[in-house]
Each structure stands twice: as C-alpha cells, then as structure tokens.
C-alpha cells in the first residue's frame, strides 16, 4: 500500500539551531516528491520538487534532499518565521496526480 | 497571478444542512483537486477533474457529497445532510497537467457542524 510517514511530529528548536526533518515513503514508481509549508488558518505553500534520488533543491535556510527511500528537508540555522508545518507529498502513479501527503511535522522555532 | 480563490473560508451549520463550496484555479490551471484536512494530519485526496471531466474520487467521498466543475473554470463541493464527522478543512489546489506538476492550494473552507 502507499504510503508516506513523516518525522518527527513536533520539534522545537532555538533560533539558529538547525536540525532536519525526515519523510519516507512506499510507493509504487515514484513520479518525484513534493514539500510543502502550512502555516495555521491557511492552505499548504509549495517549497520544492524533487523527482529522482541524488536530487537536491535550496530555497533560503531551508535544502530538500530525495533517496530511493526517504527525502530530507534540512533546514540551517532557523528564524522564528521558519516556525509552521511541513508537509511531504507524492503522487501516485498512474493516478493523474492525485499526492498522497505525511503528516506533518510541527515545527517551532524560538528566539 | 491571483493564486486559488476559495469561498467561504468559514461555515458553520447545523447538521443535516446542505452546504456548498465554491473554488476559483489558477486560470492557466486545467486539473483541480479537492483534499480534506483533520487537525494534526496531512490533506486527504477526494476528488480531481481535468478540465470539466471528474476523473477520479476517492472512498472518502461519500454519496452525500457531489463535485462539479462546469465549463472547466470553477469548481463547486456540496455535502448533502451534513454530519458531525464532515468537520474539516476542506482545500482546493490546482495544477497544470502532468504528475510531477506541483499543485497549488488555496486557503480552504473551515467547515464546522453544529
């Protein structure tokens, strides 16, 4: 079954402390990986698109990096504005794109 | 670019009432996509159309609730009888088409059932 996890569920960090986040997912034919930011009251916000393992994206403080298994988004020494959720996604193949989406993780940055 | 338009962001009702949605795309935009969101969990895919074609629904849809997107513009979700467990966000995204186009949401309706 498809599937995709995300971890931690919640992290809270000091400002300037960075740390990465985790998603790993069981797909059948991975047709790439998208991250997304949420803050509350509001609809999720494209960050990047990362379609084949060894791929690496940069935006700001914040680097999305894709294996066969897993991707990671690292993010280098955080500000209280980075606080929100990230949400990883994926399409299913041969489902005209319809993503299946993480959990989330909970981020909270403090000054 | 004028993002997704999502109309209301707020509803509350009483249950068994019919509420209705409405969702504006991007207007390059030929898929639109329907996700319900739980608090603490990722959106949860419902329905999408390419065009004015409904191509796909999910379980999650029940016989109560009824998409359409006429003309291959806007798009409306109805959910007929509201109950309780209907409680939710419900999101709009829209993308060019392709599974690796990124798709880009609006901001919801808060659906909250008395």
């Known amino acids: 079954e498809d599937q995709v996890t995300q971890s931690p569920e919640a992290l809270r960090l000091q400002e300037g402390e960075s740390s990465s986040l985790n998603c790993s997912y069981t797909?059948?034919?991975?047709?790439?990986l998208f991250w997304y930011r949420q803050d509350p009251g509001k609809g999720p916000e494209f960050l990047f698109t990362?379609?084949?393992a060894g791929e690496e994206k940069e935006k700001e403080r914040l680097k999305a990096t894709l294996t066969k298994k897993e991707s990671f988004l690292h993010i280098t020494a955080p500000k209280p504005e980075d606080s929100a959720t990230y949400l990883c996604?994926?399409?299913?193949?041969?489902?005209?794109?319809?993503?299946?989406f993480g959990q989330g993780t909970e981020l909270s940055v403090k000054p | 670019d004028t993002g997704v338009s999502q109309d209301p962001r707020h509803k509350i009702t009483k249950r068994g009432q019919n509420v209705t949605f409405r969702c504006d795309p991007i207007?390059?935009?030929?898929?639109l996509y329907w996700y319900r969101q739980t608090l603490g969990q990722g959106p949860e895919f419902l329905t999408y159309?390419?065009?004015?074609?409904?191509?796909?629904k999910s379980r999650l849809l029940s016989d109560r609730f009824s998409a359409e997107r006429p003309k291959g513009s806007f798009s409306t979700l109805e959910i007929q009888r509201t109950e309780q467990g209907d409680s939710a966000m419900y999101l709009c995204?829209?993308?060019?088409?392709?599974?690796?186009?990124?798709?880009?949401f609006g901001d919801g309706t808060r659906l909250s059932i008395l």
């Open positions: 995204a829209s993308s060019l088409e392709g599974s690796r186009q990124p798709q880009h």
């Open positions: 797909v059948s034919g991975l047709r790439g």
């Open positions: 990362l379609y084949s």
């Open positions: 996604a994926v399409p299913i193949y041969n489902q005209g794109g319809k993503l299946i």
């Open positions: 207007s390059e935009h030929n898929r």
């Open positions: 159309f390419q065009n004015e074609a409904q191509l796909e």
